[in-house]
């Protein structure tokens, strides 16, 4: 076998030993084992980037999705092997994608794993990732428990706003909130500096309780002038198994005298893979509020139409990579098809990622309504927010 530098992510010990004999068995000694997502993000961080992670697909508590989206962002693992009991339908699904999570997958296996068929996936590794290639290394140090607490208790954590235009006119129709973090010796940082941490901390509502609060005051700035807008914030599917954040939202709401119709949330479409049963609540509790709800990077993780039907999401966010490649016949395909079926199901589409005035007459050509980026607007500073609200729009 291959060398390699593999992490194998599993809760139950005797699952995992039994995966590290059969890796051993298999020539792979350079293993690292984690239980959990966060014990597994600082292992990385402490000893380095491996070429495989080798995870449940069933994993709770920072699950593997989380787990798997914050280290490829931090660039710490290189490809993904996925293991669980699969219905026939997922697996299918599953193994006809090209990556998960923004890695590369290289396959699924069903438990108990069988050493013919973890020796037969991993050799797809030497196959698809060339062995001369060095594995990545971390981009930044992730942040140590006591400077994101710091950071937190100072106020350090900004809202930034990227506003969301009507394509034809361009008109604004709503701001996205974005965290940053002005920190005192490093500058403005963006999620991919600190994201990771936070969640393998736990201080995600931390976090978002505080971008609220800045959101909810410069939506009162807003009212005051005159001005309704809709704002948009990132949640974690995981944050609400509790409904404790919900309850936070519906009083700061009533605190600030704003209706709930003002805010959408938005929640990354991968994160939604295996939704359990008290997420979908919080899901209607806060469509019941009055709040809207959006899939986030749609297309980009797993699409389940049934999922979409059933869960009460009023907008889908396409990804911005489809957005990029839209001279291809196959990026216009889903671009196309996503319009309609967003208006099938009675919902809005607003395309990420929206970089040139060429993508734009592209998408409004095509009956795209509503689009983000760089072209239209670049994230800023609330004060900066409010001098530009007020001066003519000037693309690019």
Known sequence: MI??????LEKH??????????LQQLGVLNILQASTGEQALALLQRQGAVDVALCDLAHKGMDCLDFLNCAG????????????????????????MASFSGLQLLGTLSTPIQSKALHKVLLRYQRQCPITASIPSPATALPNEEDIRRGLALGEFRAFFQPKFVLADGQVSGVEVLARWQHPTKGLLLPRDFLAAVLA??????????????GLSLLSILRRDGRALEMSFNLHASQLREMGLIDH???ALERYGISAANLTFE??????LEIQPRVQEGLLRLRVMGCGLSIDDFAVGFSSLKLLCQLPFTEIKLDGEFVRSIHEPRSKALIASTLALARALNMTLVIEGVSKQ???????????EQGQGFYYAKPMSSHE???WLQAPFVAG
């Open 3 to 8: 060398s390699l530098r593999i992490l194998v």
């Open 13 to 22: 010990s005797a699952q995992r030993n039994a995966m590290v004999v059969a």
């Open 73 to 96: 962002q931090l660039l710490m693992v290189r490809s993904v092997i996925l293991y669980c009991d699969f219905q026939p339908q997922l697996r299918r699904a599953i193994e006809q």
């Open 201 to 214: 901390y736990d201080l995600i509502d931390v976090m978002f309780t505080q971008l609220l609060e800045q």
């Open 249 to 251: 939202i519906r009083q």
């Open 267 to 272: 929640l990354a479409e991968n994160g939604l």
């Open 358 to 368: 060429q993508e734009s007459h592209a998408l409004i050509k095509m009956g795209c």
């Open 385 to 387: 927010l409010l001098t």
